[in-house]
């Protein structure tokens, strides 16, 4: 087993509400255009999305050219998130830069060589024989992928301390002469942010003294990729870098599929979904929040949390699952000895799942 030892999400200082973010996309991206002005205002306004939190300046959008010149930004402010939040998880989990033994890095909204991760050792003060995995591409499902594969990584090094960092810009991929629909849709749903979150192994836990109620266990994790899906959710890359994949589709898919790969996986460690006290689920949107509180049969309030995530940051692809965990744990803590399952979807299309006890 391994165990969550701390969560911290970041956020940028430059704060919109969706009002002036609308205004500000349909300024830059329709030229004016008042058809497809109001269908953008309506798009926007039926997302969930209240407010977000942007890399950059709002009027500075409306200068920024070319996939490297917003790259370069990535880089900048994403150092930046991801050394705060990295910094915070360490000293919540009561552990020091020199005692993390692994660090991943996932983003799906700009590149770098070396990456994130590798460009942190230094200014953080990790060990230089850290080992690093920088994970680019997949997207939403990311911030549980990282999670489960730091388990995976943990239960052969019980003693070990590992890290999971996501940086998710989505603003910097604005893209001013794509007019589709997709754009239209994902332009209201998409905020930036950081998260961190440091992991510990079994004996390493016991070491620490860390109590299942506050850093819960992770018992076991489920990986899933739909076949002929690859169009439903993803990225073109194109000259002016990354245009928005999709598909009308996706809300479908995961009513269809997710449901049972949940109770076939709880069912292999003999439980049913009414065992689940606590869900952390992924923010991916109101059409894919109502998709997965009705394929699982959960109460409206069963997603409360997440729903408030999205309302407050938006969708910030990898790190809103995390920002969720973060949510939860903050929460108060649940009942000793219950369970909870954290999920998120991304690319692929596929479905990450771990089966939580605390």
């Not at 704060?15 to 300024?27: N, P, S, W, Y």
Request: aromatic letters at 6%; charged letters at 20%.
């Amino acid at each position: 087993m391994s165990r969550i030892a701390a969560v911290k999400g970041v956020l940028p200082r430059y704060r919109g509400t969706q009002e002036a973010i609308t205004e500000m996309f349909a300024d830059v991206v329709l030229d004016g255009d008042p058809q497809r002005r109001a269908v953008v205002e309506r798009l926007h306004a039926s997302s969930g999305v209240n407010t977000r939190y942007l890399a950059l300046p709002m009027d500075s959008y409306r200068t920024l050219r070319g996939f490297g010149d917003a790259n370069d930004v990535f880089i900048e402010v994403g150092l930046q998130l991801g050394e705060t939040a990295v910094r915070s998880a360490l000293e919540a989990a009561g552990l020091r830069a020199d005692d993390v033994d692994l660090v991943m890095s996932v983003s799906v909204t700009g590149i770098a060589a070396p990456s994130l991760e590798g460009r942190l050792v230094d200014r953080l003060g990790l060990r230089p024989d850290v080992k690093r995995v920088p994970v680019f591409g997949l997207g939403c499902v990311a911030g549980a992928a990282g999670l489960a594969r730091l388990h995976d990584y943990l239960v052969g090094y019980p003693d070990g301390v590992a890290v999971l960092l996501s940086v998710e810009l989505c603003s910097l991929t604005l893209q001013r002469d794509d007019p589709s629909t997709a754009n239209l849709v994902a332009s209201g749903l998409f905020g930036d942010g950081a998260a961190a979150v440091v992991m510990v192994g079994e004996r390493r836990a016991q070491a620490l003294g860390l109590a299942a109620r506050s850093a819960p266990t992770v018992l076991a994790t489920r990986s899933r990729i739909y076949p002929g899906t690859e169009r439903v959710l993803g990225w073109d890359i194109a000259d002016g870098g990354f245009r928005i994949v999709l598909g009308p589709t996706l809300s479908r898919v995961v009513e269809r599929q997710v449901g049972p790969d949940v109770e076939a996986f709880l069912a292999e460690h003999g439980l049913v979904v009414a065992d689940i006290d606590t869900w952390v689920a992924h923010s991916g949107g109101p059409k894919v929040i109502d998709a997965v509180t009705k394929a699982l049969g959960l109460p409206d309030q069963a997603l409360d949390l997440t729903r408030e995530s999205l309302a407050e940051v938006g969708n910030i692809s990898s790190a809103s699952v995390l920002h969720v965990l973060e949510r939860t744990l903050d929460a108060g803590v649940p009942t000793p000895g219950s369970y909870g399952l954290l999920m998120a979807m991304g690319p692929g299309f596929s479905a990450e799942l771990l089966l939580l006890r605390w």
